[in-house]
């Protein structure tokens, strides 16, 4: 049985830091499966691309507000879920826990929550930034449209910890 860290935050919040610490002490935050840093995280973004492949069935492609689950999905989470589980200790970043925590939650077998927060208005300008310089402007927004992602995002975080009843660490 592996106990799990979830962390938790809004897209340009700070969870690839806090991810990449929790990393360097040790956790396995998907060693073989971890996406490469760019320009904007040249460390590394500290996110197993497994999970987010998944994730990204839920949310839509990058900042979607979506919120599709179907038994296929709910099937993948659970055998992902079983494998990192034999890990004695592991964790799991991807912003898009914000709304998929609720239905991966159930095929943790213990876990801890790390939220990360930031003020708003840094973040906002970061991730209308970081729509400008990467992924060829295909995803790009201004800050009204950023500033609308983070508030959403922020507003399922807070409902997913709602039925958390477990210890909660938060990070500014």
Known sequence: ???????????????????????????NM??????????SNPKGYFEDLRWQKINKMVTGERYGQGNH??????????????QCNEIPLWGIKDPRLC???????????EYRIVVVERELEASVSSLSGHSRKNYNKKYLMGRDAARAIQL??????EARLLSFNGPVLRVH
């Not at 998907?30 to 320009?39: A, E, I, S, T």
């Not at 689950?69 to 079983?82: F, N, S, V």
């Open 1 to 27: 049985m592996g106990r799990c860290i979830v962390v938790l935050g809004a897209p340009r919040s700070g969870t690839s830091c806090v991810a990449g610490c929790l990393h360097a002490m040790g956790v």
């Open 30 to 39: 998907g060693r073989d499966f971890l996406q490469q840093g760019n320009d």
């Open 69 to 82: 689950i179907d038994d296929g999905i709910l099937a993948k989470y659970e055998e992902l879920a079983a």
């Open 99 to 109: 709304i998929t925590l609720q239905y991966i939650a159930q095929y943790l077998e």
């Open 152 to 157: 959403h995002w922020l507003k399922e975080m």
